[in-house]
């Protein structure tokens, strides 16, 4: 937008200096400080940081909704001229109107559960505007139709939890948008949501600011998904902004330490770690109670100097449309960046394919989960059994001291393969082999020996520990079990432990609240590797964590699983990090693994129509990449009756290129084509074919 | 070496090697009294009535009383015996007073005298000593066994879980107050059988909370990393899950506690309580309900006073804990 236009067009909404505290027992908290922004008509503003970092808060206090202790502190919001602070909720409801609308992050929890869609929806229309009811119900239809919801109109009949999750977000949009808001705040929108169903959103998104011309706001931590859908980008730092760019600025010419290493520290789509290393931020973001006395990110930054120290940075312009707060941006220049010596990761050593050797071999494996048929008979047992069919058929070879990754939407199956492995699930049918071991049956049947070579990383930091216990008591627990070493050397085996994950001592006995959620996954992955285990199953170990801390705990498996040659199953649904961290990949959908083979060849064609889809769906934190638009249809059948022949026929995009329209796919399970090197696909379109695909987005050349 | 998660600005300081010390723990608790005040109305009222009980007499000086009272002498004979000197209490609870039945309280009586012409006081200060013990030994018994009970039934689920709740779902369909009376007037009424009938009523509450709990924590990843090294169920039941269970336990026993005084008192005023001479809380109630007609409702009156008092502090103090566990939820 040039400055032209932008003196002509007042701003929809101003935020000056906007200063936001919380009241509580130890004094005021100030949360959020010096916060300013504007966002005009048909824009869409992107604010982006690591959690705590203030951004749901500047949120909240645009529509007042602080709770009992939240209040503005200092500064203004101006929404289309007219000022928002310290007014009282019934001159500020007839000030807003309904033309602010916000969108939270879980659509469960946005929706009444005992509610019909249709009338959640014109409830906004009659209560509100007095419209009549048939005239809300056309116009509720004609927007559900405009958020791309198939059958509107069967869908104003249903409850919530009768669709999926991502129809409950296009549901809670569509809400949004019937007043015709003039602002549109969205709070983390995409997160609840698998990669598939976000990239459907973002596009939705992207459609309505353009034809309702609204301004919005979009709250994400997500760098790929603010890259997909912004405008301009508001980088939030420990509640203030930082720097302020337009999209392209921010990731192509970033100013800001911070912004500069929240980019270095996520993985670039199609790199590898052997090819490319993540470097972290050091420390962590500080407590709004604890701020350091200067700049606020003196104690993490690079460049810090005295002068940071002593005083409050101002925000400043150093370019049209680009503000930052740092005293010396314009001496810092990204490209010269050496990260410093204890962030250096370890080069790793690719091990050749001759001589990669199966650790683990998973022949037709099968894991089924019982399910009460609605029949009365199944009340007395004889009713007709039905099953899940959550694993179904899965035949895989891991190889020693490599990484396999599997990625899939959930409800694919991925965890419950990995349970199934561990011991934690029953085993239905097939084979695994754990190096000439039969492994099968609960854990509780299996011999202590076996027990420690399996062990498992957890996707959620805060259920990962027993907040009961200290540190080191539940590393100790693991040595004594195995008796991995004498009683009398447990203590410093559990500080050697400490030390490998990066922690001092002094967090033996540190109780698990007291810890970071990157701290507690450290632990987790230490609790993991104290058996020395030869299989270490990661079920989406960074997931829940911010990108600075996700960086560091993949460093820090790839150094332990270099140092202790493990071997490894990695689940993430993020498939940058998949590719980042594994070797091989498996692509899992209904149960089924679709495709395998080493991880760069799953990246280019020939690739399953499924992982073609998925590489298109993902928010790719670079706005100059272009990406194929490949998007599924529909959701993820239900694993208890799933599709005949090839069960991805319902929403495969590429079926087309079958005779007879597919149909094929509909009756035949898809036969296994080869690409060599261990590369699977199981589709019914020939290898040939397949390799003729344009590739989804051009992997930029390697390199820093 | 730092670590790579270092707070910014100040670092965390680094805490001595040792776990923190008893005093700073007990310190922890009280200033949780200092914090709710309903919890401190609640720890006065109940105080009040725990120094009476240890100061009522010399008994805490003297072992031979200790001995009667494991011995399962009456208290007659304590209370008349040699070494007996009064402390709170004034008198002796077994001494009566010729012509002085029945009086209104005075300076030398200071609640007044029961028809056999005792001191009030003296009875309700020595009563205070069964109840406070009778109360937490029912109540900790019915935790041990409705906890075991609801951990396995929530743990392992499926078949155990539903035979074991129906068991305890039957029991909870009889009237509390008819549990104790058949059970009481099965066994007989003294101590022992007191606890066992309060258990027998209050451990199936107990397993459906401790159940419920468990189905929760169960869930939580730590369970699935202590099954993968192999772990015995009875080690996550109790050792992984039970720990985690405590806050909404020690809520739901001080209610319980207060449950348990007054069901004692109830069982007091039944006749099924201590046998008497006794000074039995209840049974004063009893004693004294037939004078309240005649005008003289001092006995019932501060029977049922000392009765509400332990049972309304015993209330407070788990509202208290309840709104702090929420406050840092």
């Not at chain 1, 700049?295 to 400043?316: G, L, M, N, S, W």
């Not at chain 2, 900790?140 to 396995?152: E, M, Y």
Request: proline share 7%.
């Amino acid at each position: 937008m040039n400055r032209e236009l932008e003196k002509q067009q007042q701003p929809v909404v101003t935020v000056e200096d906007l200063g936001i505290a919380y009241e509580t027992r130890a004094g005021d908290i100030h949360a959020v400080r010096d916060v300013s922004f504007e966002i005009y008509r048909g824009e869409t503003l992107g604010i982006v940081g690591e959690s705590g970092c203030g951004k749901s808060t500047v949120a909240f206090g645009m529509v007042n909704y602080l709770g009992r202790n939240g209040k503005i502190a200092k500064g203004n919001i101006y929404f289309q001229g007219q000022s928002l602070v310290g007014r009282t909720p019934e001159e500020l409801r007839t000030l807003r109107g309904d033309q602010i609308a916000m969108v939270y992050q879980d659509p469960m929890t946005s929706l009444n559960p005992v509610l019909r869609i249709g009338a959640q929806m014109m409830e906004v229309l009659t209560v509100h505007r007095g419209v009549s009811k048939e005239e809300a119900r056309e116009r509720c239809i004609e927007m559900l139709g405009k958020v791309n919801m198939p059958d509107p109109d069967r869908v104003m009949e249903r409850y919530p939890h009768q669709i999926s999750g991502g129809q409950q977000q296009r549901v809670i949009i569509a809400t949004a948008m019937l007043n015709n808001p003039a602002l549109l705040i969205m709070d983390e929108p995409t997160t609840a949501l698998d990669v598939t169903v976000e990239a459907a959103v973002l596009d939705l998104v992207d459609n309505l600011r353009r034809e309702f011309d609204t301004a919005i706001m979009f709250i994400s931590h997500n760098l790929g998904v603010v890259a997909r859908v912004c405008d301009r980008v508001a980088v939030m730092y420990a509640g203030e902004v930082v720097e302020l760019a337009p999209v392209r600025d921010i990731f192509a010419n970033p100013q800001h330490p911070y912004t500069q290493g929240l980019i270095r520290c996520v993985p670039k789509i199609g790199r590898s770690k052997s090819s490319s290393v993540l470097y972290p931020i050091r420390g962590r973001v500080p407590s709004p109670k604890n701020l350091p006395p200067g700049c606020v990110f003196e104690p993490r930054c690079d460049y810090a100097r005295e002068a940071c120290r002593t005083q409050k940075i101002t925000f400043r312009p150093i370019e049209q449309n680009h503000s930052v707060r740092c005293l010396f941006a314009e001496e810092i220049d990204p490209a010269a960046w050496t990260p410093s010596e204890d962030l250096m990761p370890q080069t790793l050593q690719a091990i050749p394919a001759e001589e990669r050797e199966p650790i683990l071999q998973v022949d037709s494996l099968k894991t089924y989960y019982k399910h009460a048929s609605s029949s009365p008979l199944s009340l007395i047992g004889l009713g007709p059994k039905e099953y899940v069919k959550a694993v179904d058929d899965v035949s895989f070879t891991a190889m020693k001291s490599l990484t396999l990754g599997v990625v899939g939407e959930s409800g694919c199956g991925k965890s419950t393969l990995i349970k199934t492995i561990i011991g934690l699930e029953d085993v239905t049918g097939g084979k695994v082999d754990f190096m000439g071991f039969d492994l099968k049956g609960s854990v509780n049947t299996r011999d202590m020996s076996t027990i420690r070579e399996l062990q498992m990383v957890f996707q959620n930091p805060n259920a990962t520990m027993n907040p009961s216990y200290s540190v080191g008591n539940q590393l100790e627990r693991p040595l004594r079990r195995f008796k991995v070493v004498p009683k009398n050397q447990i203590r410093s085996e559990v500080i050697r432990l400490l030390r490998a994950v990066k922690l001092d001592e002094y967090y033996y006995n540190r109780l698990p609240n007291q810890l970071s959620g990157g701290e507690k996954q450290r632990i987790g992955i230490a609790r993991a590797f104290a058996g020395r285990p030869d299989l270490v199953l990661c079920d989406e170990p960074v997931s829940a964590l911010d990108v600075s801390v996700q960086a560091a705990v993949l460093n820090l498996l790839s150094e332990i699983q270099q140092e202790y040659g493990t071997t490894m199953m990695f689940i993430a649904h993020d498939l940058s990090v998949v590719r980042f961290f594994s070797d091989y990949i498996a692509v899992m959908y209904l149960g089924k693994i679709v495709e395998i083979g080493p991880a760069e060849a799953i990246y280019a064609p020939p690739y399953h129509p499924y992982t073609e889809s998925l590489l298109a769906a993902v928010p790719i934190p670079d706005p100059t990449i272009q990406q194929e638009h490949v998007r599924l249809s529909g959701n993820v059948p239900s694993p208890l009756n799933p599709p005949s022949g090839c069960r991805f026929h319902t929403r495969c995009p590429r079926r087309h290129l079958l005779p007879n329209d597919g149909k094929i796919c509909e009756t035949e399970e898809p036969p296994l084509r080869d690409a060599g090197d261990y590369h699977q696909i199981y589709c019914h379109i020939p290898l040939e074919q397949l390799r003729e695909f344009e590739p989804v987005f051009e992997v930029p050349a390697e390199g820093r | 070496m730092t670590t790579a998660e270092t707070t910014a600005g100040a670092t965390l300081p680094a805490p001595a090697a040792s776990e923190p010390s008893r005093w700073k723990k007990i310190k922890e608790g009280l200033s949780f009294f200092s914090r709710s005040k309903v919890a401190l109305a609640g720890l006065i009222l109940v105080g009040f009535w725990v120094l009476i009980a240890l100061f009522a007499d010399n008994c805490l000086i003297t072992p031979r009383c200790y001995v009667g009272m494991v011995q399962g002498d009456d208290i007659t004979q304590w209370a008349t015996s040699e070494e007996y000197q009064s402390w709170l209490s004034r008198y002796s609870p077994v001494e009566q007073f010729r012509g002085r039945n029945r009086e209104g309280p005075s300076a030398d009586h200071w609640l007044g005298t029961d028809t056999r012409g005792r001191d009030i006081w003296a009875r309700l200060a020595h009563g205070s000593r069964s109840i406070l013990t009778l109360a937490p030994i029912s109540v900790i018994v019915a935790l041990i066994v409705g906890g075991t009970l609801g951990l396995a039934a929530g743990y392992f689920g499926g078949l155990i879980d539903e035979v074991m709740m129906r068991i305890l779902d039957a029991i909870i369909s009889f009237p509390q107050i008819l549990l104790y009376l058949v059970i009481i007037a099965a066994l007989g009424a003294s101590a022992t059988n007191v606890v066992l009938a309060i258990t027998i009523a209050g451990a199936p509450g107990i397993a459906r909370l401790v159940r419920g709990l468990a189905l929760d924590i169960k869930t939580r990843d730590y369970i699935a990393a202590a099954q993968t090294r192999g772990e015995s169920p009875w080690y996550i039941m109790f050792v992984e899950i039970l720990p985690n269970a405590r806050g909404p336990i020690i809520i739901d026993s001080m209610l319980r506690m207060g449950y348990a005084v007054f069901s004692i008192g109830t069982l007091g005023f039944l006749g099924l309580g201590l046998p008497p001479p006794s000074p039995d809380w209840g049974s004063i109630v009893q004693a004294g309900r037939s004078a309240i007609q005649a005008g003289r409702p001092w006995e019932a009156l501060w029977g049922s006073i000392a009765i509400a008092m332990v049972v309304v502090g015993l209330n407070l103090i788990a509202d208290g804990l309840a709104e702090e566990s929420q406050r840092y939820r």
